[in-house]
């Protein structure tokens, strides 16, 4: 599972404990304080997914979203990079005739860094961003900032047409060559901003979820490669194992 720096993950948990109870279990796991940790590896539709599995209590921790009843990753948004598919609905669905003048008005660019699990490579990505408020500024890429299209309700002004990332929240996924063929990976983030993780004796709970989830990681990481293609967005990979 992705998890980022400790610090910021326990920010995130206590102010979430403030309104939701947090399995001690997924709470210390947010935090790395598990030794136990396995992976249990479920294969649906062409997707890997990456369970995390603890071993000294025989528990998985799994997700569902309690949307509309939370609507925390919204309010608490990092960053929205779009894929070109999402660049042309949101254009379009925002009322701008051209894409160009789009990109002007409501993207920047966002970088960052991802180091896979599985993986001994960091991976860079630059990409055009979605503003989550039209002032968004360049220093606050990656800090939580409540999103302009959240509505009082919890609705979000721009569904259907909202990014590719918002569909996956808070599935992470990646792209592995095996055998020289593409496999798409897949495991939770573990911001400390959802209240949608528990503790569960079995995996049934997720299999609906995951069959859901598999086709929008399986179309998000086509997009994703058509947008690297096309070059709206770069990737730069430094393999640790070679430096
Ligand atoms: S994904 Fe998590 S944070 Fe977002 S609405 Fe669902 S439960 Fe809340
Ligand atoms: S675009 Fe919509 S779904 Fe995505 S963060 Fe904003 S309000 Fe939430």
Redesign the pocket.
């Known amino acids: 599972m992705l998890v980022e720096s400790d610090n910021h993950v326990k920010d995130s948990l206590d102010l979430l404990s403030k309104s939701w109870s947090i399995d001690p279990e997924v709470y210390d796991l947010h935090l790395g304080k598990r030794n136990d940790v396995a992976d249990t590896v479920i294969e649906v539709n062409g997707v890997v997914f990456h369970i995390p599995t603890l071993a000294d209590d025989n528990l998985y921790v799994l997700w569902k979203c309690i949307w509309p009843d939370c ?1 925390n ?2 309010e608490r ?1 990092g960053r ?1 990079p779009l894929t070109k598919d999402d660049i042309k609905i949101i254009a379009k669905k925002m009322g701008y005739v051209s894409e160009s003048e789009f990109i002007k008005t409501e993207t920047r660019f966002s970088s960052w860094e991802k180091q896979e699990p599985l993986d001994k490579v960091i991976t860079t990505l630059t990409m055009l961003s ?1 503003k ?1 408020n039209s002032n968004e500024r360049e220093e606050q890429d990656g800090t939580p900032l409540k ?4 509505d009082d309700r919890g609705y ?4 259907p047409d ?2 590719g ?2 569909w996956l929240y808070p599935f992470a996924s990646w792209i592995e060559s095996d055998k020289q063929k593409a496999v798409i990976h897949a495991t939770f983030q573990l911001t400390g901003d959802c209240p949608g993780f528990y503790a569960s004796k079995t995996l049934d709970p997720i299999k609906p979820v995951l069959n859901e989830y598999s086709e929008k990681i399986y179309d998000y990481n086509m997009a994703v490669s058509r947008t690297t293609r096309e070059n709206y967005s770069s990737i730069n990979i430094i393999d640790l194992q070679r430096i």
């Open positions: 609507h990753c919204c948004q929205l979605l989550r999103c302009r299209f959240l979000c002004g721009i569904h909202k990014p990332v918002c």
